[in-house]
């Protein structure tokens, strides 16, 4: 009769704390990272190098979906209202953090409805010049684009995201007239530098180096202090804008309310990753 009961009552409690069953299982079934950009840029590319590490640690199936749209609000939201459980994960800029000051409303609170996982990487950003771009450094830009103002143009994967604001702050630090160009990615971008329609851009260091190692295009400038080791490119701090020093972030968002136990979990998988 006390085995019963005791069974009885461990049921109940288990029935009563469905959190604690769900917490103690995950992963049990898929996972889905939500890239909020279009695929084809670093972010893309980021997520899908963890997801296939993911996959062979949790043993489920780990899945990138990209939702593009709106410097990635559109994405974020998204996530914003999916269950609370740690099987949609987003894998967001710091534009996450900027975008509160860049729309006049946004569908969710990038703090109240997310909690963060972890940073995964802080990143440096690169100006590239096209390789009909007359101008080889940004010292040579600068000058190129006021001898022509309005005359060149920029590309940019989004408006109020951190490459469009860093390219803003450089023409304004600068005083140059440069256009905007919107495209849907870092990649649609560099195919339009390589046809000649685009002059520069700011992409992330992990698009753009190699095109600048292989001659595609001209590295005009790092917008970070710090220079690039496997890269002979100056940062714009030592080519006359010498208080300059911007980069970004990259990092893990869960909807707010997921247990600790799983945000925990996450944290140490991806972690694993890149160590």
Request: glycine share 10%.
């Amino acid at each position: 009769m006390l085995f019963r009961s005791l069974a009885l009552a461990l049921a109940i409690c288990a029935l009563a704390h469905p959190h604690a069953r769900a917490q103690q299982a995950w992963p049990n079934r898929a996972v889905k990272i939500l890239v909020p950009f279009a695929p084809g840029g670093a972010i893309d590319v980021m997520a899908r190098l963890l997801s296939a590490r993911l996959q062979d640690n949790l043993k489920v199936p780990v899945i990138v979906e990209n939702r593009g749209g709106v410097g990635g609000v559109l994405g974020s939201d998204y996530v914003a209202k999916q269950p609370a459980d740690g099987y949609t994960i987003l894998f967001n800029t710091n534009g996450h953090a900027i975008a509160p000051a860049t729309f006049k409303s946004l569908p969710f609170d990038p703090f109240r409805d997310f909690t963060p996982v972890t940073q995964l990487f802080s990143t440096n950003l690169l100006v590239v010049g096209g390789h009909k771009l007359p101008a080889k450094n940004f010292r040579e830009f600068v000058a190129l684009a006021k001898s022509k103002p309005g005359a060149l143009n920029y590309g940019s994967s989004g408006v109020g995201n951190p490459l469009h604001l860093t390219m803003e702050l450089l023409k304004l630090k600068a005083g140059m007239d440069v256009q905007m160009v919107p495209f849907r990615s870092d990649g649609d971008i560099l195919n339009a530098m390589a046809a000649g329609t685009v002059d520069v851009a700011v992409v992330p260091l992990v698009t753009g180096k190699e095109h600048v190692k292989s001659g595609e295009l001209h590295g005009l400038g790092l917008t970070a202090k710090r220079r690039a080791p496997d890269l002979d490119v100056a940062p714009i701090a030592e080519q006359g804008l010498p208080d300059f020093d911007t980069g970004g972030w990259q990092a893990l968002f869960v909807a707010a309310g997921t247990p600790m136990e799983i945000v925990r979990r996450i944290r140490e998988e991806a972690i694993k990753v890149f160590e």
